[in-house]
T-cell receptor, first 114, second 111 residues
């Protein structure tokens, strides 16, 4: 089946630093999504990317849909303590009648030191 | 407010017992999903439903069952056949082909 390789697995940074994480796949995706999960809660959608090469921002977050459609990255600028959490990438591929199934990366655990 | 409601927040299961996790959405989404999350792992799909009265197995359906009798409801039953049920269970919904939105999860533990 499809797999997403998300890296790094964890990051420990100082407040104010920029952060970058990425996902790569052996398969093509038509949509890339980035979610954030706080402890004990469900993931919350941060950014959705629908077109190869697309670069989208949401406040201090910027994400890009790779031109090959097999990768995506997420950048967080000027990190703050509330950025702490697990960040997941997810890919959506059209595959006949199953085009609603997301494939998730294993997540990047971000810790921000005040 | 529109959203996805999962209940209970915490659930305990005894040996040989079936338990049912509730998921309700008022977003008028056609598709609903159940995921299992274990520490250090990504989300793994248990079952999904694209329309009322229809559902399909995901990647780890063994030991679980679902029903979709109403558009807004997609309950998950963890049966006694699931030998390692301790996990965080997440329900999601979406418009077909659009990003999924998640509930706040149910944490299931074994007594």
């Amino acid at each position: 089946g499809q797999q997403l390789n998300q890296s790094p697995q964890s990051m420990f940074i100082q407040e104010g630093e920029d952060v970058s994480m990425n996902c790569t796949s052996s398969s093509i995706f038509n949509t890339w999504l980035w979610y954030k999960q706080d402890p004990g809660e469900g993931p919350v959608l941060l950014i959705a990317l629908y077109k190869a090469g697309e670069l989208t921002s949401n406040g201090r977050l910027t994400a890009q849909f790779g031109i090959t459609r097999k990768d995506s990255f997420l950048n967080i600028s000027a990190s703050i303590p509330s950025d702490v959490g697990i960040y997941f990438c997810a890919g959506l591929a059209n595959s006949g009648g199953s085009n609603y199934k997301l494939t998730f990366g294993k997540g990047t655990l971000l810790t921000v030191n005040p | 407010d529109g959203g996805i409601t999962q209940s209970p927040k915490y659930l305990f299961r005894k040996e040989g017992q079936n338990v049912t996790l509730s998921c309700e959405q008022n977003l008028n989404h056609d598709a609903m999903y159940w995921y299992r999350q274990d520490p250090g792992q990504g989300l793994r799909l248990i079952y999904y439903s694209q329309i009322v009265n229809d559902f399909q197995k995901g990647d780890i359906a063994e030991g679980y069952s679902v029903s979709r009798e109403k558009k807004e409801s997609f309950p998950l039953t963890v049966t006694s056949a699931q030998k390692n049920p301790t996990a965080f269970y997440l329900c999601a919904s979406s418009v077909r082909g659009q990003p999924q939105h998640f509930g706040d999860g149910t944490r299931l533990s074994i007594l």
